[in-house]
């Protein structure tokens, strides 16, 4: 199966949008609001200080995503890229997709001295995404994410 990785541009956005949805629903069980999710991923994608969206096709087909920011970390004098909103359409899970990603992603940061790590985190009952995870190499980090929200977060579907 031959996968293309490209960088993702203000035409893919509603594609975008689909699959983030798909994911918090899928992921969290969470119904996320159109607008402000529109808005978002039309943010980031004009303006990469945001973070960096890159898409994986199959025959011309968008068939997954993932997305990094930035993070300065004073500690290692570098940058940790923040992996975020990955989704594979479940037809092409298991078959190279998320690699395809994850590999391009990776080779980005080898290509930059000052990139200390890759990082994500990950919803802490999703087995199968933290297996996939390990395969590409990635491993625990040893920490809990915490947050005080400031605006209100999406529903749960099953609240």
């Known amino acids: 199966m031959s996968i293309n990785v490209r960088k993702a541009n203000q035409k893919d956005a509603v594609s975008i949008v689909k699959m983030n949805k798909a994911?918090?629903?899928?992921t969290e069980s969470m119904i996320l609001d159109d607008q402000i999710?529109?808005?978002?991923?039309?943010?980031?994608?004009?303006?990469?200080?945001?973070?960096?969206?890159?898409?994986?096709?199959?025959?011309?087909?968008?068939?997954?995503?993932i997305m990094f920011t930035f993070e300065w970390s004073d500690w290692r004098n570098g940058w940790i890229w923040w992996i975020q909103s990955v989704y594979v359409e479940p037809d092409?899970?298991?078959k190279g997709a998320f690699k395809s990603l994850f590999k391009h992603v990776e080779m980005l940061a080898l290509a930059q001295s000052d990139v200390v790590a890759i990082r994500l985190y990950v919803e802490i009952h999703n087995l199968t995404a933290k297996e996939v995870y390990q395969k590409v190499g990635m491993q625990h980090a040893g920490y809990e994410v915490f947050q005080k929200s400031f605006k209100p977060q999406p529903e749960c579907e099953n609240k």
Request: proline residues 0%; negative net charge; hydrophobic residues 45%.
């Open 37 to 65: 999710l529109s808005l978002g991923v039309e943010n980031c994608l004009k303006d990469s200080a945001k973070g960096l969206y890159f898409l994986a096709e199959f025959e011309g087909s968008v068939i997954g995503q």
């Open 92 to 94: 092409f899970r298991g």
């Open 23 to 26: 994911l918090a629903l899928e």
